[in-house]
């Protein structure tokens, strides 16, 4: 299998997997909890929109926690490639891309358009969700 198709491979896994179940920084509910007994602030406490859902299974939003990819937190007005602890790729260090609205939604529609060579194989087609993520993106200092 080439480098490529196992990269394909195993984002399509996690991204199945995070669809499904927890993500890590998100404590599953208890059985006792139902709709109406859920705390009013559980509702709340995660600000994430629905269209993160796919960058969580990848993605933490917990400063220095990376996974598969790097962690999110504190991503926007940073420089690509630049986050702790994460092994990029070449390419995408080599980028020179400073990551703003405009820089994330290019990246969103189409990562390896954007930088051949990166890592991440998943794109964001829909408007409105890259919207979502990347005013959510903005929250995470």
């Known amino acids: 299998m080439t480098r490529t198709a196992t990269i394909l491979a195993l984002c399509a896994a996690a991204a199945a997997a995070g669809c499904g179940g927890n993500a890590p920084d998100q404590q599953a509910p208890s059985a006792k909890d139902t709709p109406s007994q859920a705390a009013p ?3 709340i406490a995660d ?7 796919t960058c969580r299974s990848c993605h933490s939003t917990q400063a220095g926690q990376n996974g598969i990819g790097p962690t999110l937190h504190g ?16 390419a995408l260090k080599n980028s020179d891309i400073t990551w703003d609205r405009q820089s994330l939604d290019t990246w969103l529609q189409a ?22 993520i990347i005013d959510y993106l903005e929250t995470l200092k």
Request: glycine letters at 8%; hydrophobic letters at 50%.
């Open 41 to 43: 602030s559980a509702a």
């Open 47 to 53: 600000p994430a929109p629905m269209a993160f859902a």
């Open 75 to 90: 991503i926007v007005g940073s420089k690509a490639g630049a986050v702790a602890g994460y092994a990029f790729s070449p």
């Open 111 to 132: 990562p390896m358009k954007m930088v051949p060579g990166t890592k991440m194989v998943l794109p964001v087609r829909d408007a409105d969700k890259r919207k979502a």
